[in-house]
């Protein structure tokens, strides 16, 4: 009887230590305000970043305000639209650039044409809207101050956004709508351990090089070595997404390089710290500034109140921060 009486008196200071009588209600925050701009079809990881996306806003941590393109291929915006659409928000906008870059369809942008049957309403990114559009429209619909931008293709957009004139949209400039609007700019762009030119910054070197100079807001860059410091295992690629018959993201790893293959997550992380920046996936630089030559080399310089920081990611730390990008990007659609 002694051994039942003191279960129950445990259980019932559990009970009341539980009760929202005596416990306080944790803190609910806001989604992100996301907008995601890719070059979508140059690489999966693209793809593998926006399922990441939409498992976040499934879970009521983001909400994905615009996709634009960085990729100047008539696909590129459809297979965006694919994606979306897998995940129930077809009606996501989308824009697109017109620049010449990188204008080849890729391995798996295919997938938004026949004889693929993906639904999809945007089967050419010639009906798409310019991404400079979308992105004030998206910028000026949102409480200032709260918008954060995953960039993870090339700067094109974002530069071209800055140099954006007042319109019917907004009575600012770009910059000026940048500055009012976005808290924070996460971006998978340069590398800051070793003299590499990174894919994003040669792609598009003038915009690169206007976007340093010019953003007003806070960067934190992912660059190169993350992404290769944290390989996705190919065993998730064949294990986890055959809930259903037709993946695309699945199809779209696959048709870029199948597996037995581990593909490095460059853009999954940006967009990982871009919505969950206090959950210790990754450590931060100290504060400084980025610079980029005209090469397209990348540079730090530490500041006390530099604008820029770059992200960090220690051993004991990719276990956890790989855990949890299989997670979201294999977790299935969910209904709201």
């Avoid at 009575?171 to 924070?184: N, Y």
């Avoid at 190919?234 to 593909?263: C, F, G, K, M, W």
């Avoid at 460059?266 to 400084?288: E, I, K, M, N």
Wanted: with cysteine; proline share 7%; net charge negative.
């Amino acid at each position: 009887m002694k051994s039942e009486r003191l279960f129950l008196s445990l259980a019932t200071l559990f009970f009341l230590a539980a009760s929202p009588a005596t416990a306080a209600e944790p803190e609910t925050q806001d989604p992100v305000a996301l907008i995601f701009d890719t070059d979508l079809g140059n690489d999966c990881d693209d793809v593998l970043a926006m399922g990441v996306i939409h498992s976040l806003q499934s879970r009521g941590e983001c909400d994905l305000l615009a996709v634009t393109i960085t990729k100047d291929n008539e696909l590129a915006a459809p297979f965006a639209d694919v994606v979306n659409t897998f995940y129930g928000r077809g009606d996501i906008p989308i824009g697109v650039c017109r620049s010449g870059v990188t204008s080849h369809k890729g391995k798996f942008n295919v997938l938004a044409a026949p004889p693929h049957d993906y639904p999809h309403d945007l089967k050419s990114g010639k009906d798409a809207p310019d991404a400079v559009v979308v992105l004030r429209k998206a910028l000026a619909s949102q409480k200032d101050g709260s918008v954060v931008i995953a960039q993870v293709g090339f700067s094109t957009n974002l530069a071209n956004l800055l140099q954006s004139k007042p319109d019917d949209i907004s009575p600012l400039s770009g910059a000026e709508l940048v500055s009012k609007k976005v808290r924070l700019l996460s971006i998978m762009a340069g590398d800051f351990t070793r003299d590499h030119k990174e894919y994003n910054i040669v792609k598009d070197i003038p915009s690169a090089k206007l976007l340093c100079q010019d953003w007003p807001t806070p960067i934190v860059w992912s660059g190169y070595e993350i992404g290769t410091s944290l390989a996705y295992p190919h065993e998730s690629i064949l294990n986890d997404y055959n809930y259903v018959d037709h993946h695309p993201l699945a199809e779209a790893y696959t048709l870029y390089n199948p597996p037995p293959h581990n593909r490095p997550t460059w853009d999954l992380t940006s967009v990982l710290y871009a919505v969950r920046p206090d959950r210790g996936y990754f450590d931060l630089s100290p504060q400084g500034r980025v610079t980029i030559a005209d090469d397209g080399l990348t540079t730090f310089s530490e500041e006390a109140d530099g604008r820029d920081r770059y992200m960090i990611v220690r051993e004991e730390q990719k276990g956890r921060a790989i855990e949890a990008l299989v997670q979201l990007s294999s977790q299935p659609p969910v209904s709201e």
